[in-house]
């Protein structure tokens, strides 16, 4: 089974409005994160958010959200009121293990691809 | 403040020949990362390091090697270069914190290094 699924290999979202990529993931790790990154056309990877397992609400930074569904296994972001600026491969990740050291498995899903129009 | 630097941002190699990729953060931050992105692809960890002096295996870690014998730098070793490691390596740090009863995690990643191995 594939660890990290993101099913929309492309998207269009009109200016100023809402979109959401999904992503739904595998694992039996009860430790656990989940990653969004985003990737212009520049190449360059920036971190958006993250979201660990045992977190009760989910999270935001600005105009992203992570939608966490744990019993659905899935963790979605949530990008509002789209800008020009946010086309760009977006990233969902896992981290499986400990920050602190030892085991650490980080899994990347597929990328989707995010066009806003003007 | 910098973040997070990579040099150099391009190299060509032939096969067999050996090199360094250079990374170094300015944030203070423990963790540290080495990825790969061949093209289409998400990121793939190739190794990493929790703190000054520690490192783990990643995904993929053959046919590399990597010190972290101070807190901001990060080095990346191809023993042997193939054409199989032709990729864009980037290098990551990050930082987690608890607050709010919420495990926070912020990452920041370099340049990146566009690798060719002929």
């Known amino acids: 089974a594939q660890k990290i699924t993101q099913t929309q290999p492309g998207m269009f979202v009109q200016e100023k409005e809402a979109v959401t990529l999904d992503c739904t993931y595998d694992?039996?790790?009860?430790?656990?994160?989940l990653f969004w990154y985003k990737q212009p056309s520049s190449g360059e990877m920036i971190f958006l958010i993250y979201?660990?397992?045992?977190?009760?609400q989910n999270a935001t930074e600005g105009r992203y959200s992570l939608n966490f569904q744990k019993a659905r296994k899935s963790a979605n972001l949530v990008i509002s009121a789209s800008q020009l600026g946010d086309s760009a491969m977006y990233f969902c990740?896992?981290?499986?293990?400990?920050?602190?050291?030892?085991?650490?498995?980080?899994?990347f899903g597929t990328g989707t691809k995010l066009q806003v129009i003007p | 403040n910098a973040g997070v630097t990579q040099t150099p941002k391009f190299q060509v190699l032939k096969t067999g020949q050996s090199m360094t990729l250079q990374c170094a953060q300015d944030?203070?931050?423990?963790?540290m990362y080495w990825y790969r992105q061949d093209p289409g692809m998400g990121l793939r960890l190739i190794y990493y390091s929790a703190s000054e002096g520690t490192t783990d295996k990643g995904e993929v870690p053959d046919g590399y090697n990597v010190s972290r014998l101070k807190k901001q730098n990060f080095l990346l070793g191809l023993e042997s270069a193939a054409p199989s490691q032709t990729s864009v390596y980037f290098c990551?740090?990050?930082?987690?914190?608890?607050?709010?009863?919420?495990?926070?995690?912020?990452?920041?990643f370099g340049p990146g290094t566009r690798l060719t191995v002929l």
């Open positions: 694992t039996s790790d009860p430790s656990y994160g």
């Open positions: 990551a740090s990050s930082y987690s914190s608890q607050r709010e009863g919420r495990f926070k995690v912020e990452q920041f």
């Open positions: 979201q660990g397992s045992y977190d009760q």
């Open positions: 944030m203070n931050h423990n963790s």
């Open positions: 990740a896992m981290r499986e293990g400990s920050f602190s050291g030892g085991y650490q498995k980080v899994t």
